[in-house]
């Protein structure tokens, strides 16, 4: 069974910049979620959807991130303009339902210049 | 959420069983506990989840006293492999889709 995947695995940007993350879910899993993980820190959770709907953004920085993910497949994770602290690893993670066992993709590693 | 304490870090040596010690004084009624493993350059990944008593698989055991302020993750016979960052998470059954990880504990194996 194929996991989670994520792209890029890497990018360097320059403050101010913008960029973008994709996530491929398991196929079948209803529930995607993003977390940030900071160096040296736990993942936090960023967002959660539910099929296209979103469950919970309490920790997303609204004024520079964006999420979606139209169809209920995969999803886009976008900050514009990027700033310093957003250099952490960028994880995506599926499972079936929102009680289920999550699973994680690899990430994407963003430094900001 | 219950907060959860646990080691910075600790030492091991290939062969030996590590327990890693987790406290939770908080811990609500329906609260489950979960314990989370990530290698570097890799996404956590589920080990295993306990209310009460002992949970075992194929990977680790939890062991849980009575009054479930703290748990317990024993690995048996650790190698290199298991060097990686161990997180122990409290909250309801899979968290209800919220995990909240704290800073976890860096278990470095040594040959």
């Known amino acids: 069974e194929a996991g989670v995947a994520q792209s890029p695995r890497y990018k360097i940007i320059e403050k101010r910049q913008s960029v973008a993350f994709w996530c491929n879910p398991i196929s079948g899993h209803a529930t995607l979620y993003w977390y940030q993980q900071i160096l040296g820190q736990g993942p936090k959770l960023l967002i959660q959807?539910?099929?296209?709907?979103?469950?919970?953004d309490s920790q997303l920085p609204k004024d520079r991130f964006s999420a979606e993910r139209l169809k209920g497949v995969d999803s886009t994770l976008k900050i514009q303009p990027a700033k310093l602290e957003d250099s952490a690893v960028y994880l995506c993670?599926?499972?079936?339902?929102?009680?289920?066992?999550?699973?994680f993709g690899p990430g994407t590693r963003l430094t900001v210049l | 959420l219950a907060k959860t304490t646990q080691p910075i870090s600790m030492d091991s040596y290939e062969g030996q069983e590590v327990n890693i010690t987790c406290s939770h004084n908080?811990?609500?009624?329906?609260?489950?506990i979960t314990w989370y493993q990530q290698f570097p350059s890799q996404g956590p990944r589920f080990i295993i989840q306990g209310y009460k008593t002992k949970v075992t698989n194929e990977v680790a055991s939890l062991f849980i006293p009575a009054d479930r302020k703290s748990s317990t993750l024993s690995l048996p016979r650790v190698s290199l492999s298991d060097t990686a960052v161990y997180y122990c998470l409290v909250g309801p059954y899979n968290q209800g889709g919220k995990l909240i990880f704290g800073q976890g504990t860096e278990l470095s194996v040594k040959p």
């Open positions: 908080n811990i609500a009624t329906n609260d489950y």
């Open positions: 993670a599926s499972s079936l339902g929102r009680n289920d066992e999550q699973f």
């Open positions: 959807f539910q099929n296209n709907g979103v469950v919970d």
